[in-house]
């Protein structure tokens, strides 16, 4: 090997070397930087997969205390999917709220929060009617209203308010609306009952949020939702300034079919009931 020959091979043989370890490590942390993109866009995309709702429960008391707007606006904050109301009047006018009257409020609250509404009378008063609404993100597929028995004992009708809910990527829910008599016991283990032979075969996996006038040890929730899983938190809800009742409550059917998140009790004072909130996930 000639010397000319010998410094040519050192010098090729050195240029390779530093421009592979220049190089090397870029390329390297390209092919990491590009896994972890992946992974993390993956961890997008089962996200965006997983239907997780943000669910709100909330006896607004026919807005005695609140405008419109301000329930609306607390909607918005909590950034919720889909709501269930309770006490909601529609064009009523009441002594007690003078500021509501005329006004039709589901039809309001839906365009103040930006979100679908439907409705559902329960009973025709000053004027107007008194219900239950839901307001949704998504489209309803179809609503309905069961109403519930009036035993002996009862003081007012009350009803169940169902949607059925079309979820992106085709996925359905059934999400209920519903608020029972204040009177007894024994008129609301009946009105438990129709729940549970209204919804129990419910082709899609159900919601149930409302204002049932009942506490956890009472024998309608105790042992008439004993099969339904509770997403709300323990907290008291009722009266809203000095709470000492848990009476509002967000059931979910069937238990396998729910993932339940943060759950939450907001202190806000816009009725006599405080709100509760749960993030659910739709499992596949």
Known sequence: MTPGFNLFFIMRTLTFLFVFYLVFPLFAEGIHSYKQVDEDHQTVINDSNENVLK????????????????IAEFI????????????????????????????????ELGYHSGMLTAYAKTIDYSGGYYGIGILSKYPFKQTRKIM??????AREQRALLIADVELPGRKMITFVSTHLDHSTSDVRKAQVQVINESLKDNPYPVIVAGDFNANPDSPEIKEGMKEWG??????????????RNKIDYIFYYPIDKWRVGKSDTPAVQLSDHLPITAEMGLKD
């Open 55 to 70: 669910v709100v429960c909330y006896n607004i008391r026919f807005g005695e205390l609140a405008s419109l707007e301000e």
């Open 148 to 153: 519930l028995p009036l035993p002996e004992g």
């Open 230 to 243: 509770r997403a709300c938190p323990a907290d008291y809800t009722s009266p809203a300034s000095s709470p």
């Open 76 to 107: 918005k904050s909590e950034d919720a999917d889909i709501v269930a109301l309770q006490e909601v009047d529609v064009k009523t006018n009441r002594e007690m709220a003078p500021h509501q009257n005329g006004k039709d409020f589901i039809t």
